[in-house]
């Protein structure tokens, strides 16, 4: 089974900075894209940055410019740093593994970590 583990996180001042990790672990052969969503109450989940396993790159229009998605691919690990953090950055960060191909295990599949909290707040 493929579990996803994330961290980081927490309370941050508005303008601050923090970087939220990924790791994927399990019979993993290859993961086609890591992503990050976000969600707040009474939303939906919404795509904020997401990098393919060649290193293309998309973010959320009110993310651009502010934060970084980074992968290493043979540690399944992807990073989000961001920065100039807003108040209206609070939400639960969800890492997800699209596309994942698992050893002896035909086609591919999904998996979502736990998610985790990240407050902007002074």
């Known amino acids: 089974q493929v579990q996803l583990v994330e961290s980081g996180g927490g309370v941050v001042q508005p303008g601050g900075s923090s970087t939220l990790s990924c790791t994927a672990s399990?019979?993993?052969?290859?993961?086609?894209?890591m992503t990050w969503y976000r969600r707040t109450p009474g939303s939906l989940r919404v795509l904020v940055a997401a990098?393919?396993?060649?290193?293309?790159?998309y973010y959320l229009d009110s993310v651009e410019g502010r934060f970084t998605i980074s992968r290493d691919v043979a540690k399944n690990t992807a990073l989000l740093q961001m920065n100039d953090l807003k108040p209206e950055d609070t939400a639960i960060y969800y890492c997800?593994?699209?596309?994942?191909?698992?050893?002896?295990?035909?086609?591919?599949?999904?998996?979502w970590g736990d998610g985790i909290q990240v407050t902007v707040s002074s």
């Open positions: 399990g019979n993993i052969v290859s993961i086609h894209r």
């Open positions: 997800n593994a699209d596309k994942t191909v698992v050893r002896d295990k035909p086609g591919y599949e999904d998996y």
């Open positions: 990098i393919t396993s060649t290193g293309g790159t």
